[in-house]
């Protein structure tokens, strides 16, 4: 599925009507440049899980931030990570396709999970976003 966002708030409508689908075990792998809409994407995921946005942080120094909902939310940002090895320190196997949902900015950091949801955000000129959902089934 394909969609153009024109703002924040757009983006965020598409992570919540796509979080809506989403069950326990899931993982969402996010990729797209610096800025492109990741994060404001997992707010959208966030709200349908009824998570406060604000909860929901940019790249700091966490990689992994877990958000009590039911299910739980993963967030999970691996910008920092730059080998297997410090891959495999974050725990963060640990995290998918258990009981929570987890998302994973940057997820061209480590191998593809073939089970995976994946969102890839482009940027367009001025504040337009083309956002391409591959892996969930359509509605019918
Ligand atoms: N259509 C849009 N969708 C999403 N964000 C937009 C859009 N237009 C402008 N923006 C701006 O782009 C920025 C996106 O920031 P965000 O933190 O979500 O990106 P990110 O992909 O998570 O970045 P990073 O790679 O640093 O984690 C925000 O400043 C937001 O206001
Ligand atoms: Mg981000």
Redesign the pocket.
């Given at each position: 599925m394909r969609l153009i966002?024109?703002?924040?708030?757009?983006?965020?409508d598409a992570g919540k009507r796509l979080g809506r689908k989403l069950r326990a075990g899931d993982t969402v792998c996010?990729y797209?440049?610096?800025?492109?809409?990741?994060?404001?994407?997992?707010?959208g995921v966030a709200g349908s899980l009824g998570i406060p946005e604000r909860e929901i942080a940019?790249?700091s120094f966490t990689i992994i931030s877990e958000h009590e909902a039911k299910p739980p939310l993963y967030h999970i940002?691996l910008?920092r990570i730059d080998s297997e090895a410090d891959l495999e320190t974050t725990g963060v196997y640990d995290y998918i396709g258990g009981d929570g949902i987890a998302v994973i900015?940057?997820a061209e950091k480590m191998p593809e999970t073939e089970v995976a949801v994946r969102v890839a955000?482009n940027?367009f000129p001025?504040?337009?976003?083309e956002?391409v959902i591959e892996g969930m089934e359509e509605d019918p």
């Open positions: 966002s024109k703002s924040p708030r757009e983006t965020k996010l797209g440049d610096l800025g492109s809409g990741k994060t404001t994407f997992v707010k940019s790249a940002d910008y900015e940057w955000i940027i001025g504040d337009e976003r956002i």
